[in-house]
C-alpha cells in the first residue's frame, strides 16, 4: 500500500541481503526479537475505561520493579480499538534477556494482576509475531 516505503525501496531495488542486513540491524538498535523480547498483554471490554484501567494497572506494578531492563509502552489503542462489540487495548513490554521478560509475568502472576476479570479478557503473547 506505500510502494515508497523505504524498506520495500532497499528489497526492490538492493535484494533481499540487504533487505535482511537492515531490518536486523533496525531490530537490534531497539530491542526486538530476535535480539531482545516481548510481552504483548491485549486486553477487551465492552467498556474502553475498563480495558486501559486493568493495563494502567499492570504497567503500575510493572514500573513498581524498578527494573531499567524493562521497558513498558503503552497502553494504547489496539490496531483494530474496536471488534464485536468489544474495546481492545494492548500494552507491550520489552527486554533485552528473556529471562527478565519471564521474571516480570512470574510476579504479574503472583499479585494475580494477569487474572482475567467477568467484564475484562486478557491475553499475554509472549515474543508475537505482529502487533495486531
Do not use: W
Not at 480495558?51 to 509502552?73: F, G, T
Not at 494492548?90 to 494475580?112: D, E, G, N, Y
Amino acid at each position: 500500500h506505500v510502494p515508497q516505503y523505504p524498506l520495500l525501496v532497499t528489497l526492490l531495488r538492493d535484494g533481499y541481503t540487504s533487505f535482511a542486513e537492515h531490518i536486523l540491524l533496525e531490530r537490534q538498535e531497539i530491542g526486538f526479537p530476535p535480539f531482545g523480547h516481548l510481552a504483548l498483554f491485549r486486553c477487551q471490554s465492552k467498556s474502553l475505561e475498563e480495558a486501559r484501567d486493568y493495563l494502567e494497572k499492570i504497567k503500575e506494578m510493572l514500573l513498581s520493579l524498578n527494573n531499567d531492563a524493562l521497558l513498558v509502552l503503552g497502553p494504547a489503542p489496539s490496531p483494530m480499538e474496536k471488534k464485536a462489540g468489544f474495546y481492545r487495548m494492548q500494552l507491550l513490554l520489552t527486554a533485552l534477556a528473556r529471562s527478565t521478560v519471564a521474571h516480570a509475568i512470574a510476579i504479574l502472576r503472583h499479585k494475580k494482576l494477569l487474572t482475567t476479570l467477568s467484564r475484562v479478557r486478557l491475553s499475554v503473547d509472549i515474543d508475537p509475531l505482529d502487533l495486531t
